[in-house]
């Protein structure tokens, strides 16, 4: 039983990354309308860079961490400037096939600059272990776990309270009003790719860590969180952090228990896991746990 | 009072004068021999269909028939994420559902070529098909993320069950290549036989779907893909016509991942991942969104890439230390890497710059020319 929850808890740690990840992606999609498929690549920025920042330039690890995510945060404001900026109002199809088309450059970046090997994060806990109660989990799962918490606090009282925030909001409900209201349309898609960026190099930063590692692979492990978002609902920044935890649970107790007790159902079946709660929950509900039901008159 | 019932079918009253307009409008467009120009073009297809596999040798020879054959897919994606607007990101599930269907009813169970050629398609069609409930209930963003799962649930069958796929490493795939006592398998002349058997099914699948797409199917998807909700209430029945897209989207699909994978004789699963998705549509776009011509060229142009830029790479000296043969050879960035870089640069530029992609502009060559031979 102890088992059990100790690895419940690490599912919990794995989603709280997608959820980030998801909000991310929520954010941009309300402000923009365009399903950020670049997550993968801006992930790699953050988790390559924070490698480097502690075992190259030797930086302590909350600098390297605040380090990848200002910097991942600059790539997203980057994509947005340089491609997507002028694409605003184009159909699903072109904007879709854009963010994948950066994707596919983006993730060839780092492993050019720092190669194909796997590498270490540097992260101070390794894979020391912290007991609460009578579980011991991972010392990065219970970091990572508190980290995001603290960043989904922060991003709910930026978009409550702050001027930015609330302005953001308003585009997301209606464009042309808030066009009107004189709130800034660059300013707003440059801060959601700017967020969006930030709390995916975070993500990445806890996804390489501990006893995982960083190489070209994290580009995938964002697809997963992709499913996160769309369970949750696409308009749904709730929706998002529950997508994300649903699924970092729904995987990591496949990873566990299906080895166990069904192994005809394959090698690695927790990697399809994510995608297959996605197709069970689309089959219910077509927009997603908390998403917007969209109004068919006809 | 009129006692004519109103149409059940659309509210618009088309009068004879405007079908018969119509009709001509549309019929103009597939004269294939009304110009003496086309006259030309049909008759130089003719001969280039026969000469071209005795002039090509070696590598090009293969990479025309790989070409053909990736074109009959990109036809099918084309019509599907192209004219119906379904974005889909699952083609590699059907091409390579296509390839272990030729390995066990053309390998393993050693039937005739056009049985498991016509098995491909079939399996392939009604698989497309059972996606339909999803095709119906989602879409846009929504329906994308359902055929990304589509490929990675596939790579998972086709990693795991290895009675027919041959598991990890992957298997022969050597179904019978006869037809009417003509071996296409014979390995000196294979190259060549495939070259000719293939792209008269290119013609053949090219010739059906501009037939389909200038009669009411097709203009019913181009609804569709515009506006949903006006095509229903145009009294389009959009249930059928997305599941009908899919089904043969995908029957296409799988087509040419059974005649791929005879021609390699090899399949893995490594092979029907997400970067084949990317490769299927950098072709579509490259070529032109909703054109059956843009499929081909698209092929054309993104089967050739990676071994253009090999052959490019090979004539500049010194690429070595900026591109290397493989990952972490101290080149700067890989061969395969710049490859995907490529692919993503070719789909930003057409879509940003040239949205209607290769076939909109040679199609505006060739009006330019018949115009200039009209004139004269």
């Not at chain 1, 929520?26 to 997550?39: M, P, R």
């Not at chain 1, 609330?166 to 009107?180: P, V």
Request: glycine share 12%; with cysteine.
């Amino acid at each position: 039983m102890i088992d059990f929850f100790q690895i419940l808890f690490a599912g919990f740690a794995q989603g709280t990354m997608y959820a980030l990840i998801a909000i991310g992606f929520v954010i941009v999609y309300k402000a923009t309308g365009v399903l950020n498929f670049t997550t993968g690549g801006l992930l790699m920025f953050g988790a390559y860079l924070a490698h480097h920042a502690v075992g190259g330039w030797g930086l302590h690890f909350g600098l390297a961490l605040l380090l990848g995510a200002f910097a991942t945060g600059g790539v997203g404001i980057l994509v947005q400037t340089l491609v997507l900026s002028r694409m605003a109002g184009k159909p699903h199809f072109t904007l879709i096939m854009l963010t994948w088309a950066v994707l596919i450059v983006l993730e060839q970046i780092p492993p050019a600059i720092w190669g194909y090997d796997v590498l270490t994060m540097g992260d101070p806990w390794g894979i020391s272990m912290t007991s609460i109660g009578p579980l011991s989990v991972f010392t990065i799962d219970l970091w990572a776990v508190l980290l995001a918490v603290a960043i989904v606090v922060a991003l709910y009282l930026f978009f409550r309270f702050s001027r930015l925030g609330i302005a953001m909001r308003a585009t997301a409900i209606d464009r042309e009003a808030a066009m009107a209201q004189g709130i800034s349309p660059n300013t707003v898609f440059n801060t959601a790719w700017c967020l969006a960026g930030a709390v995916a190099g975070v993500a990445g930063i806890f996804l390489g860590g501990g006893a995982r590692v960083v190489s070209p692979e994290l580009s995938l492990i964002a697809l997963a969180a992709i499913p996160a978002v769309i369970v949750g609902g696409l308009e749904s920044p709730a929706g998002a952090v529950l997508g994300g935890v649903l699924i970092g649970i729904a995987e990591v107790l496949t990873a566990y228990y299906v080895p166990v007790y069904a192994p005809w159902l394959g090698k690695n079946f927790h990697l399809v896991m994510p995608y297959i709660v996605l197709i069970a929950i689309l089959l219910v509900r077509p927009y997603g746990l908390l998403g917007t039901r969209s109004v068919r008159r006809g | 009072m009129s006692t004519t019932p109103p149409s059940s079918r659309s509210w618009v009253d088309w009068t004879d004068s405007t079908r018969a307009i119509h009709r001509a409008a549309i019929v103009h467009r597939l004269d294939l021999l009304g110009h003496p120009l086309r006259w030309l073009l049909m008759i130089g297809l003719l001969v280039a269909w026969f000469a071209l596999p005795l002039v090509l040798t070696g590598f090009l020879l293969k990479l025309y028939v790989y070409i053909g054959i990736a074109a009959i897919a990109a036809m099918g994606l084309n019509l599907l994420s192209g004219n119906a607007g379904q974005v889909s990101l699952g083609h590699p599930f059907f091409i390579g559902m296509g390839a272990y269907c030729a390995a066990v009813v053309g390998g393993d169970w050693g039937l005739p070529l056009p049985v498991w050629l016509a098995a491909c398609a079939l399996l392939g069609g009604a698989v497309g098909a059972a996606t339909g409930p999803f095709a119906l209930r989602l879409r846009g963003n929504y329906l994308v993320m359902v055929t990304i799962a589509l490929v990675f649930i596939g790579l998972h069958i086709f990693n795991n069950w290895s009675s027919v796929t041959g598991g990890v490493g992957g298997r022969a795939i050597t179904p019978t290549l006869a037809i009417l006592g003509w071996d296409m398998g014979d390995p000196t002349l294979k190259d060549r036989r495939f070259a000719w058997v293939v792209w008269p099914m290119v013609a053949v699948v090219g010739l059906g779907l501009v037939n389909i797409l200038r009669s009411r199917p097709g203009r019913a998807l181009q609804a569709i893909r515009d506006r949903d909700l006006t095509a229903e209430v145009l009294g389009i029945d959009i249930a059928r016509y997305k599941v009908a897209a899919f089904a043969m989207s995908s029957m296409l699909a799988a087509f040419s991942g059974g005649l791929y994978s005879a021609y390699v004789g090899f399949a893995s699963p490594a092979e029907w991942t997400l970067v084949l998705s990317i490769q299927y549509l950098a072709m579509i776009i490259v070529g032109g969104v909703g054109s059956v011509l843009g499929s081909i060229v698209g092929a054309a142009v993104i089967i050739s890439l990676p071994h253009a830029t090999q052959a490019i790479l090979g004539v500049i000296p010194n690429t070595g230390r900026i591109v290397s043969q493989m990952p972490g050879d101290g080149g700067l960035i890989s061969v395969f890497a710049l490859i995907q870089v490529l692919f993503g640069v070719l789909i930003v530029i057409f879509l940003t710059v040239a949205p209607r992609g290769l076939s909109a502009l040679l199609g505006g060559l060739w009006r330019r020319l018949e115009q200039r031979v009209r004139g004269s």
